[in-house]
Each structure stands twice: as structure tokens, then as C-alpha cells.
Nanobody, 119 residues
Framework: QVQLVESGGGSVQAGGSLRLSCAAS????????VGWFRQAPGKEREHVAA????????YYADFVKGRFTISRDNARNTVYLQMNSLKLEDTAVYYC????????????WGQGTQVTVSS
């Protein structure tokens, strides 16, 4: 089992920045991929970014490329999502999730953290 706890959400004006954290416990993540997802009210969940723990290979959705950066801290077993140049449309609940490499489904999920971007 992997437990994931997100933090760092909040309210920010458009153009501002936030850094989300996803603290993992329960297992070492060397064989996992950790991703960030978001869901806005009335909209489907979107895959925002992901990082393969071993090797650090990253993935970004087109709508965040150049603005968001995903990274990991091995010592803290934590994944970060640095969000810059935030837009109104980035408002959503952001979730951290993990899957074993080779699996398609993300099987472990955090509780989510709210990000609100205002004008």
C-alpha cells in the first residue's frame, strides 16, 4: 500500500505561483510513477503531469507545458508540482496518484488539494 498526502493548495491571483507537495509513505517509490491530476467542477479529470521515480522521466499535458514543473525528492519521498503563470482555468482540485511502472491504472490516490486562481 502507498499512502499519498497532498498539500500546498490555496488561492492565488492569475499570473501567480503555487507549489504542491505529495508526500508518500508505505513503500519505496523506486518502481512507481507518480502523477498529478486535476478536476474542476463539472469537468472530467485531467492528467496534468507525471514523473517516473527511477530515472526522473517526466510527462506534461500540453496545457501546462512551460508553466508547471514536476520533480521529486528522494530523501523526503515527496513529489512536487511547481505551478507558475497560473491561469483562471487552472482552478481545480489537484490530486496526486501513483501506479507501478508497467501498470496503466493509477491505483493509489491522495485526498486532493484545492487550487483557486482569481483575476
Amino acid at each position: 500500500q502507498v499512502q499519498l498526502v497532498e498539500s500546498g493548495g490555496g488561492s492565488v491571483q492569475a499570473g501567480g505561483s503555487l507549489r504542491l507537495s505529495c508526500a508518500a509513505s508505505g513503500r519505496a517509490l523506486s518502481s512507481y510513477v507518480v502523477g498529478w491530476f486535476r478536476q474542476a467542477p463539472g469537468k472530467e479529470r485531467e492528467h496534468v503531469a507525471a514523473i517516473r521515480w527511477s530515472g526522473g522521466i517526466t510527462y506534461y499535458a500540453d496545457f501546462v507545458k512551460g508553466r508547471f514543473t514536476i520533480s521529486r525528492d528522494n530523501a523526503r519521498n515527496t513529489v512536487y508540482l511547481q505551478m507558475n503563470s497560473l491561469k483562471l482555468e487552472d482552478t481545480a482540485v489537484y490530486y496526486c496518484a501513483a501506479r507501478i511502472r508497467g501498470n496503466y491504472e493509477f491505483e493509489y490516490w491522495g485526498q486532493g488539494t484545492q487550487v483557486t486562481v482569481s483575476s
